[in-house]
């Protein structure tokens, strides 16, 4: 089994990483990070075979086979540094850094120490998305002009101190947050980007980075996307609307698959990632529209292609090069902010 550490158990080492590794029979959770003593004692009712340590120089001494760092975006970068150093294989949730230039350096030990290095873009598995990327493969839109993107919500859980408090262009706010998942999903479904506008805003008093934010892209094959993040509207928007030349597809409503582990669902469980029918998007014209089955959601894909990456020499299931367009882009409009 791949003995593996997951360091920081917040949203993504709580709800996402850990219930995701003791689901597939690969990996052995061996150890979980956090110093926060609720945290910790939580990890340890939910995971009694688990060791729950405070440092992380303590998953270091190479009783481990796979680091996962989901701990503050700020952190990415200096505690995947430290795994990759000692050789260890790497997931980094997103973004896999702040700046592009510690990305590479990132990329670059890896490539050095001959360590698996991969992000946990797991959007790219989202029901969804895949549902997305069906129709506009199979012809159903015509030929696509314009992607629209949306992933908001009127956050009412109290924010984490490093969220409320890191400046944007330090790693805090939703650009970094959200935009890194949108921005991917872009990318993954048209290409290389030409051109780049957003509006970096934030409305919080006493706000020290974006709350609600929005980037266009214009792709090197013509299409535009629109992309949209904010934790402040009162009033959600679709989450997906594609214009094409043959019709248009229009979704609403998040993929499932994050409440259901924050509920406690199993990733085992056969109802995990199916979206109920009447969250379904809708296809083809005004007066014509007709209802398309959400794709399954697939977070479990992602620690079973990494599994096979690290047992067999099968690709990564995300390359990390992948995630410098996204970490560039947001890294030059908070560039460009702070000049305006």
Same mark, same amino acid.
């Given at each position: 089994?791949?003995?593996?550490? +997951? ?25 979980? +990070?956090? @110093? ?98 069906? &129709? ?45 998942? &949108? ?59 594609? &214009? ?13 698959? /994050?409440?259901?582990?924050?509920? @406690? ?7 995990? @990632? ?26 479990? /894909? ?39």
């Amino acid at each position: 089994m791949i003995r593996t550490a +997951v360091v920081g158990y917040g949203l993504a080492g709580r709800v996402f990483h850990a219930p995701l590794i003791t689901a597939d029979p690969a990996y052995d959770l061996s150890a979980i +990070v956090t @110093g926060n003593p609720d945290r910790s004692a939580e990890a340890a009712e939910r995971y009694p075979q688990t060791r729950v340590v405070a440092r992380l120089d303590e998953v270091l001494d190479g009783e481990y086979d796979l680091i996962v760092v989901a701990s503050p975006t700020p952190t990415h970068v200096d505690v995947a540094g430290e795994a990759l150093r000692r050789g260890i294989a790497t997931v980094v949730d997103k973004p896999l850094a702040v700046r592009a230039a510690d990305a590479e350096r990132l990329i670059a030990e890896a490539e050095r120490t001959g360590a698996a290095l991969t992000v946990f873009q797991n959007r790219r598995w989202d029901g969804d998305f895949r549902t997305v990327r069906k &129709l506009i493969d199979s012809g159903a839109l015509g030929e696509v002009w314009r992607f629209e993107s949306r992933f908001e919500w009127l956050s009412q859980r109290p924010r984490p101190q490093w969220k409320s408090g890191t400046s944007g262009a330090d790693g805090g706010g939703v650009a970094y947050d959200l935009g890194a998942h &949108l921005i991917d999903q872009a990318v993954q479904l048209f290409g290389p980007v030409a051109g780049v506008y957003g509006e970096l805003d934030a409305h919080r008093t006493g706000g020290v980075n974006d709350d609600d934010s929005f980037i266009a892209l214009t792709h090197t094959g013509g299409v535009r996307s629109h992309l949209a993040m904010s934790s402040l509207v009162a009033q959600r928007g679709f989450r997906f609307r594609v &214009l094409g030349t043959e019709g248009a597809y229009t979704k609403w409503g998040l993929d499932v698959q /994050e409440a259901q582990l924050a509920s @406690g669902m199993s990733p085992l469980d056969p109802a995990f @990632g199916v979206a109920s029918s009447d969250s379904y998007g809708k296809l083809g014209r005004e007066g014509e529209l007709t209802s398309v089955a959400t794709e399954p959601g697939g977070y479990r /894909e992602f620690y079973a292609m990494l599994a096979a990456a690290l047992r067999d020499d099968g690709p990564l299931p995300v390359d990390p090069r992948d995630a410098l367009t996204a970490i560039g882009i947001i890294e030059n409009l908070h560039a460009q902010s702070v000049r305006a």
